[in-house]
């Protein structure tokens, strides 16, 4: 397809996002402000993510390290006065720890304080890499992200997530889940709440971070996500189509 087309395209579907978004912002009494719109641009060309760039998007997530080192650098380079902010939303294998700081400028995927101790040694100076922390709240078991779908798994994870300022170049900002893959969206919202009681308890319990920033919400459920207070919309297919593999 014309790369013309395409772009109309995009610019078609995101309008049809930021649609939605503004209603459910306005449903739940919240500012379209507090709330990032990040186009998740796995499996999408150079091209593709330059045509999403004209249509207005700066913020744009990647799941997978070795793709993401294909594409960012030659978009950062037609970019540099008007840069784009780039999300590493997938699991961070610890060997691929250093090639995740070399491109992303938030990690929200961090799954493991072993994971956090790697990415700290590739870091120095004043270097602050913004992190939030994947949980699992469902309880899938096909899920990363540390386990907190019950008080006991919570209780643990609570004592791992006291040790994150031992490492000093990492930002806690907040918290990142996915919602279980299900037909009726409104299934996805007791994950989405149950993230932000988490978030509500840490900051009461380990008060290092104001654990403001809460990553949920994906093509499927997003609209839910915004009524329950995500700060960050991770949205793919609404905005650039099915994915071809
Ligand atoms: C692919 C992906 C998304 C976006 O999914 P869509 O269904 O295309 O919106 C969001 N978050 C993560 C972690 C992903 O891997």
Not at 155 to 166: L, W, Y
Request: glycine share 6%; charged share 35%; net charge negative.
């Amino acid at each position: 397809m014309a790369i013309e087309r395409r772009e109309e395209e995009i610019r078609e579907r995101l309008g049809q996002v930021e649609e939605n978004i503004a209603v459910a912002c306005a449903r739940a009494g919240r500012d379209r402000e507090e709330v990032t719109l990040i186009a998740i641009s796995k499996t999408r060309s150079v091209e593709e993510i330059e045509a999403a760039y004209r249509c207005g998007l700066r913020d744009f997530g990647e799941n997978r390290v070795d793709e993401a080192l294909g594409k960012v650098p030659e978009l950062n380079e037609r970019h540099s006065e008007d840069p784009i902010r780039w999300h590493m939303v997938g699991h961070v294998q610890r060997r691929k720890a250093e090639d995740a700081i070399a491109f992303a400028n938030i990690i929200h995927s961090l799954d493991s304080i072993r994971l956090a101790r790697r990415l700290e040694r590739f870091l120095s100076g004043d270097d602050r890499l913004p992190i939030l922390l994947e949980l699992n709240v469902s309880g899938e078991s096909s899920k990363y992200g540390f386990e907190a779908s019950d008080d006991d798994s919570l209780a643990a994870f609570i004592e791992e997530a006291r040790q994150m300022p031992d490492f000093p170049h990492l930002d806690v900002q907040g918290l990142m889940t996915m919602a279980p893959l299900v037909e009726d969206l409104e299934l996805a919202r007791p994950t989405f709440q149950r993230l932000r009681q988490v978030r509500d308890r840490l900051r009461e319990v380990l008060p290092y971070s104001d654990w403001s920033q809460l990553s949920m919400g994906m093509t499927n459920d997003y609209k839910v996500a915004v009524e329950e207070g995500a700060t960050m919309l991770r949205v793919g297919r609404a905005i650039f189509g099915e994915r071809e593999y």
